[in-house]
Every structure is written in structure tokens, then in C-alpha cells.
């Protein structure tokens, strides 16, 4: 299959690479629809978070289930989805209390202390060894681990674009991702003024059920930000483009 593969900073290639296996009885494999370039792939593609490899990248994606792990009940082939950007059990601790994102499970790097050489929190597609090593969706086909917990069916009645970012970026609203410690950070200030700050990556899992029922009654549009839509072939081009805000982008959608 072709996927985006980054192999240093600024070099992100089209390559053919093995199609991807079920691995577990959980997964499934999806054969993509669409995928996107999210502002945090920008990370890698500067090198700002370390990958020492190469890599398939992506975490916004979505698609139609091509294979079934024998353990997987809620979905079947054929069936149209949108996945989750993090990677989550469902049984552990953290899934247990809706957070998802700090799921104990998925990824071997797992640990309490969280900085970027060290232990980091629960898997993500496409986004370096630190975060699980799980190859990404700005592929052909992607597997998706636990299926159970994951993917969220979708109804046809909406296009991929109205539905794609509810993966990521809709269940996301931040001002910045922050991978990197800060000096002169105002811990003092925040202390004396009772400012409660709460951090974390985006607990997809826990909201996108209710985001996609607002969807479904037309309270959200989801599509309007889209300004550049590009083959998967033309991938290397869109970083760039997208990197160096050219031609006035705001979002690339990856259509294999």
C-alpha cells in the first residue's frame, strides 16, 4: 500500500510499504477514505517531538472496516467509521474514568513522569515511538486496536469532511500543544490567584458520541475549514504548503 512515511525532519515521503495485519483479536483494518494533516504532525515534521525511524504518520483519519479480529463485536466489514486520534483499552483505570487518553495499556512507553525523553501516556496513530510506535492513517489501510472501544460508526447520510474532524480537532479545543517545558513558567502568579489549570491530551473517546449527535441535528458544521483538498500522493507537497502557510492554508484533507 502507499502511506506518508516521515523519515527525518522536513522529509516526509510517498512510499510503498506492507499492508497492514490484525495483530490482536480486537483489531480491525480499515481501508481509508480520508485523512488529514492536523497542526500537531507539524511537531514531527520540524522535529520538535524526536522520531528516530521512519514512520507512518497520520491521526485523523477515518474509513471503511476491511477486515475483523475474531474478538471484535461491535463492528463488521463494511462498516464506515471515524476513529479516535488516541489509542485506548477501555478497561483500565483511566479508561474507566473517562480518560481515555491516558489509557495504561496502550503504549509500552507508559509512565509517571511524562516529559519528552521519558515515559509518556496512552498510544497514538502516527505519532513517534514515544506514543506507542502505532503507524498512522495517511496510508491506504490503517489498524485500528482495540475496535471495540475505538471507532465510531457513521451514517451515510454525511460526507467524510462533515465528519472527519470529530477524530481529532473538534473534540479539541486547545491553544497550543505543548510537548516542551517552559522557563519563567508563573507558578508563583497561578498560587496566589487560585487558578486551577487542567491539562491532558483530547478525551476524543469521552465527547464524540454527544459531538456526533449534534452533528446529526445540524447544531455543528465541521467542514468549513478545510482549504486545500490533495491526493495522498501529493502528501510531501502539503506539509510544506501547510508547514509554510502557503496559498492561504488553514487545513489539508488527504483523499487516498
Same mark, same amino acid.
Given at each position: 500500500m502507499k502511506a506518508v512515511v516521515f523519515h527525518k525532519p522536513k522529509d516526509m515521503r510517498i512510499e510503498t510499504v506492507d499492508?497492514?495485519? @490484525?495483530?490482536?483479536?480486537? =483489531? *480491525? +483494518?480499515?481501508? *481509508? $477514505?480520508? $485523512?488529514? +494533516?492536523?497542526?500537531?504532525? @507539524?511537531?514531527?515534521?520540524?522535529?520538535? +517531538? &524526536?522520531?528516530?525511524?521512519?514512520? +507512518?504518520?497520520?491521526?485523523? !483519519?477515518?474509513?471503511?472496516?476491511?477486515?475483523? %479480529?475474531?474478538?471484535?463485536?461491535?463492528?463488521?466489514?463494511? =462498516?464506515?467509521?471515524? *476513529?479516535?486520534?488516541?489509542i485506548a483499552c477501555g478497561?483500565?483505570? !483511566?479508561?474507566?474514568?473517562?480518560?481515555?487518553?491516558?489509557?495504561?495499556?496502550?503504549?509500552?512507553?507508559?509512565? &509517571?513522569e511524562g516529559g519528552v525523553a521519558q515515559e509518556k501516556?496512552?498510544?497514538?496513530? %502516527?505519532? $513517534?515511538?514515544?506514543?506507542?510506535?502505532?503507524?498512522?492513517?495517511?496510508?491506504?489501510? *490503517?489498524?485500528?486496536?482495540?475496535?471495540?472501544?475505538?471507532?465510531?460508526?457513521?451514517?451515510?447520510?454525511?460526507?467524510?469532511?462533515?465528519?472527519l474532524f470529530l477524530t481529532d480537532i473538534f473534540s479539541v479545543s486547545i491553544l497550543g500543544v505543548y510537548g516542551m517545558p517552559y522557563d519563567n513558567f508563573p507558578i508563583g502568579q497561578i498560587f496566589d490567584k487560585g487558578i486551577t489549570i487542567h491539562s491532558g491530551q483530547a478525551l476524543v473517546h469521552r465527547y464524540i458520541d454527544e459531538l456526533i449527535s449534534w452533528l446529526e441535528e445540524g447544531k455543528i458544521t465541521l467542514d468549513d475549514i478545510i482549504t486545500h483538498r490533495l491526493p495522498l500522493d501529493d502528501a510531501p507537497r502539503a506539509y510544506d504548503? !501547510?508547514?509554510?502557510?502557503?496559498?492561504?492554508c488553514v487545513k489539508v484533507v488527504l483523499n487516498p
Open positions: 499492508d497492514p495485519k @490484525l495483530e490482536h483479536p480486537e =483489531d *480491525v +483494518i480499515l481501508k *481509508v $477514505t480520508s $485523512t488529514a +494533516i492536523c497542526g500537531s504532525d @507539524l511537531h514531527i515534521f520540524n522535529g520538535s +517531538i &524526536p522520531q528516530a525511524k521512519p514512520m +507512518i504518520m497520520g491521526h485523523e !483519519f477515518m474509513g471503511v472496516v476491511e477486515e475483523v %479480529g475474531p474478538g471484535v463485536k461491535i463492528l463488521r466489514r463494511g =462498516d464506515r467509521v471515524v *476513529v479516535p486520534f488516541p478497561g483500565c483505570f !483511566f479508561c474507566n474514568h473517562e480518560l481515555p487518553a491516558h489509557c495504561e495499556q496502550s503504549n509500552s512507553n507508559y509512565g &509517571p501516556g496512552g498510544g497514538l496513530f %502516527g505519532y $513517534t515511538d514515544l506514543y506507542g510506535g502505532y503507524s498512522g492513517g495517511q496510508a491506504e489501510y *490503517v489498524r485500528v486496536p482495540y475496535a471495540n472501544f475505538g471507532p465510531r460508526k457513521v451514517s451515510d447520510r454525511f460526507t467524510d469532511e462533515q465528519v504548503i !501547510f508547514n509554510n502557510k502557503e496559498d492561504g
